[in-house]
Structures are given as structure tokens and as C-alpha cells.
């Protein structure tokens, strides 16, 4: 059986694509914490900005297969952090370590961010310009394109996931959907934008089946994670208010959007579903309901987890 190491792995994505991975591959995971493992992985804890440790774990594992999803992903701070330059050097040891001991597949996550925000709608792998307008988009970028490069040097088949915006349970109470469902499940107002803004929302299990799928093909460059359809946030918000059976608390318009918002992101999902041949799974009303039944049977275990 090939071997898969998959790194962030007690993460919000790296959580379900653990679970699923077991199925098709010998698992060996990799955080800085041991919170979240699985039975039937192998975990081995390493802070991967140690390049050091970081050589000994490829060593010690020697995987056929890396999904790479470790970086820096606190809301309010990853957007800018000079934490990402750290996370695109130490991301470029872990491959050059993988390929050194005989490494044949790599996944790196990417984002959405990589892309032209200035002119927003569908985002195509070959067509929309990548001119990110942040740290994170622009070190995800870089480093993508490096790994690609290193790739064809080296023989290696290196796909990008360009995630797009994902919800679920186990997310950052700070984002969206959480912030939104713990105001209202605890009764107080949530102050929204006016959430005429349209993204691409995609469940973290939809993300994590299309991560496995992208990590056993042989598909290269950059893939879009995304649903491929685009929904206003306001009604993203609706769903959850009316999850949390609270839609008087919502106050749409409260907050300013913030500048510089695109009206439209939203992924062209054609090597996704066409090449691939991966389709979401769980419809977005369903899934934020059992978003919200999550918080609700969570609560501030859930804050702990997350946070």
C-alpha cells in the first residue's frame, strides 16, 4: 500500500481528510499537537518550521504521497503575517526532503487568494490572472509555482488545490459561520455587512473527499476546491439564522464591508468535476444546518477545539 504523510493534520481540514485517507492509503500524520488523531494512523508530532525535524520525519516515514496542508491560518492575522514567508521556506525543505527519499505524488493547498481580486468573478486555473493582493496569497503563489518547478525537475507529479471558502464543523469561531451561529444560539444580536457579496462555499468534508481524490490521480498545476456556484452571503446568513431558529437577530448592514471585497469569487470548477470527475456532496442549506447542530451540541468545547 502506498504511503501518505499529510501535514496540518489535526487542522479543520486535516481532521476529515485523515479519516479518509485511511481508506486508501498507510496513513502518517503530522501537527504540532496530538489532539484529533486517529486510530489507524501513524502520528508523528513535528513543528515543520524545524527543518531539521522536518528532514528526519521524510526520513523516518519516507512517503510515497504528501498532502501538505500546514501554514499559517489564524483569522486576522494570516492574511498579512510575515509568518507566511516562514511557512513558504520551510514548506520548499519539506519538499526538497520528500523528493530526496524517493517521493513520487505531492498535494500542496493553495487558495482562492492567489487570484486577481481586483477583478473578482470566475476564477479559471489557466485564465484569471494570479496577482494576489496579500502575503498569504502571495506566498501560497510562490511557493506553488516552486513546487511545481521542483516537480518537473525531479520527477515528482505536484498538484496545487486552490482552496475557495470552506465552512463546517470544527472551523475558527472568528469566521462567518460560527461567528454568526454562537450569537445566535447564545441570543445576542450577529452585526453582518449587508452580505451582497457572492463567494463560493464549500463544506470542509466536500474539501477534504476532493483533496483525496486530487491526491490519488495524477492530475498536475493548479486545481480550483470549490462547489463551482456562487451564493450571497446574506444568504448564507439566512440559512444559519434560521438553523438557529433566530432570524430577528441578524442585523445585515451593521458592519461595513470591508474594502477592497470583490463582488463575485467564485471557482470554475471544470478540472475539478471534468478531469477529475469530483462533485460536491452536500448541499449547502443541509450542510450549514448541521453546521449550526454542531455549535449547538459543542459550545464552548467547540471554541476550546477550534481556537
Known sequence: MKRLLVTGATGFIGEPVVRLARYHFEVHATARATRGAHAGVSFHPCDLLNTDKTARLIETVRPTHLLHLAWVATPGVYWTSPENHRWAEASKHLLLAFARYGGERAVVAGSCAEYDWGAGGVCHERDTPTRPRTTYGRSKLEFGKWAEALGSARGINVARGRLFFLYGPGEHPARLVPSVARALLAR??????????????????????????????????????????????????????????????????????????????????????????????????????????????TGSEGVRKCG
Open 188 to 297: 445576542t444580536p450577529a452585526a453582518c455587512s449587508t452580505g451582497t457579496q457572492e463567494r463560493d462555499f464549500l463544506h470542509v468534508e466536500d474539501a477534504a473527499d476532493a483533496l483525496m481524490a486530487l491526491v490519488r490521480s495524477e492530475l498536475t498545476g493548479p486545481v480550483n476546491i470549490g462547489s463551482g456556484s456562487a451564493v450571497a452571503v446574506r444568504d448564507v446568513i439566512g440559512h444559519v439564522a434560521r438553523a438557529c431558529g433566530r432570524p430577528d437577530l441578524v442585523q445585515l448592514g451593521a458592519r461595513e464591508t470591508p474594502a477592497g471585497e470583490p463582488p463575485l469569487l467564485v471557482a470554475d470548477a471544470g478540472r475539478l468535476r471534468n478531469e477529475l470527475g469530483w462533485h460536491p456532496h452536500i448541499e449547502l442549506a443541509r450542510g450549514l444546518r448541521e453546521t449550526v447542530g454542531w455549535w449547538r451540541t
